[in-house]
C-alpha cells in the first residue's frame, strides 16, 4: 500500500494538470473573445464638481450627479486622457463633460469649467495598510444574499477568492468587471475536477444600505448564463455590516468613502489560503480569472506541502 505523502503527492500532480487545462481552456476562451466586433462607444453627459485631481496618473474624481438610465448620483474617478485639461482644474470646481464609455474603459473628453472652487486642490487618498502575504484576515462578520450571519472562519480549508463591489456600479472596468471575472472562474472551475470545490469566491458590498439579501440575490443571479445556471453553491454575495465596515475596508487596502449618498471607492482582490492568511492581494483590475485560478492553486498547494510536512514530522 502507497504512503500518505504518496498519494499526496499523485493528488498534488493530478490538481496541476488540472490548474494548467483550466488556464489553457481560459487563454483559448479569451482569444475566442478577442475576435468578436468592438463595442460602440456611448457618450453621455456628465455634470458635478471636482472633489480631486491626480495629473500624475491622469485621473479625477468627480461628485457626479446622476445621468438618467445610466447611473445614479455618486463620487467615481476617471481618466482624463487630455493632460491640459487636468492641469487646468482645482478641487470645488463645477464642471461638465462628455464621458465616453467604451469596451472595459471608461473616460472624461470635452471638460468645462462652469464656476470655479476655492482652488483648494486635493490629491487622491492614500491607502494605510496594504494586505500582506501570510497576514491572517480578521473574524469579520457578514450576511449572505439568503439574510444568515457568516464568518470568514466559515472559509477555511478552501482557497478564498475575496472581491470588492456593490451592485449599483454602472462603469464597464469597475464592479462589473470584477463580478464578470468572478463568474468566468466560477465557470472554469465548475464540474467534476477535484479542484473546483476547493475554490470559493466571495463579493462582499460596501454599499449594506442598498445591498439588501434580496437585491445581493438578483445580482449574483443576473451571472447564471455565464456561470451556466446557479452560482450560489461556491459563490457568496454578502453585505459588510455598517459597524464592521470601516475595519473591513481599513484591512483589505479598500478605499470608500460615502458622501451624501454618493461613493467614492478603490479596487480590492484577495487570494487568501486555506489557513485563512492572506496569499496575494491585488489592488487594481489588472487581473485575470487564469491568474487567480493559477493564484488559488498555488495556495492549495502550499497548504498541502505545510499539511504533509507536518504529517511527516508527527508519524517521527
Not at 504518496?6 to 494538470?17: E, G, L, P, Q
Not at 468613502?257 to 491585488?282: C, E, R, Y
Request: include cysteine; hydrophobic fraction near 40%; charged fraction near 20%.
Amino acid at each position: 500500500m502507497r504512503s500518505s505523502a504518496t498519494n499526496s503527492t499523485t493528488d498534488a500532480r493530478h490538481d496541476a494538470r488540472i490548474i494548467a487545462g483550466i488556464l489553457l481552456a481560459l487563454f483559448v476562451g479569451g482569444i475566442a473573445g478577442c475576435r468578436g466586433p468592438r463595442e460602440a462607444a456611448r457618450h453621455y453627459t456628465l455634470r458635478g464638481e471636482v472633489a480631486a485631481v491626480d495629473p500624475s496618473h491622469g485621473s479625477l474624481i468627480v461628485k457626479g450627479e446622476a445621468i438618467p438610465g445610466f447611473m445614479d448620483a455618486m463620487t467615481m474617478p476617471y481618466d482624463v486622457p487630455d493632460s491640459t485639461a487636468l492641469a487646468s482644474l482645482d478641487a470645488g470646481d463645477a464642471i461638465t463633460a462628455d464621458l465616453v464609455v467604451t469596451g472595459n474603459a471608461e473616460h472624461l473628453e470635452n471638460i468645462a469649467v462652469t464656476k470655479k472652487g476655492a482652488g483648494n486642490a486635493s490629491a487622491f487618498p492614500k491607502m494605510p495598510h496594504e494586505p500582506q502575504p501570510g497576514e491572517k484576515v480578521p473574524d469579520f462578520t457578514l450576511i449572505n444574499q439568503d439574510g444568515k450571519r457568516i464568518r470568514f472562519s466559515s472559509f477555511r480549508g478552501n482557497a478564498l477568492l475575496v472581491t470588492f463591489i456593490y451592485t449599483r456600479c454602472p462603469f464597464p472596468d469597475f464592479c462589473p468587471l470584477v463580478s464578470k471575472n468572478f463568474a468566468e472562474i466560477y465557470a472554469a472551475t465548475r464540474g467534476p475536477s477535484p479542484l473546483g470545490p476547493k475554490i470559493r469566491l466571495l463579493s462582499l458590498s460596501f454599499d449594506p444600505e442598498h445591498d439588501t439579501p434580496e437585491a445581493l440575490r438578483r445580482y449574483g443571479a443576473s451571472f447564471s448564463q455565464i456561470t451556466g445556471g446557479d452560482p450560489f453553491d461556491r459563490w457568496e454575495f454578502d453585505a459588510v455590516p455598517p459597524k464592521e465596515l470601516a475595519a473591513v475596508a481599513r484591512f483589505f487596502g479598500l478605499y470608500y468613502t460615502p458622501d451624501s449618498g454618493l461613493i467614492t471607492h478603490s479596487l480590492s482582490t484577495s487570494v487568501i489560503s486555506p489557513n485563512g492568511a492572506i496569499f496575494k492581494w491585488h489592488s487594481g483590475n489588472e487581473w485575470t480569472p487564469a491568474q487567480l485560478i493559477a493564484e488559488a492553486g498555488e495556495a492549495l498547494e502550499q497548504e498541502g506541502k505545510a499539511a504533509r510536512t507536518q504529517n511527516t514530522a508527527n508519524n517521527r
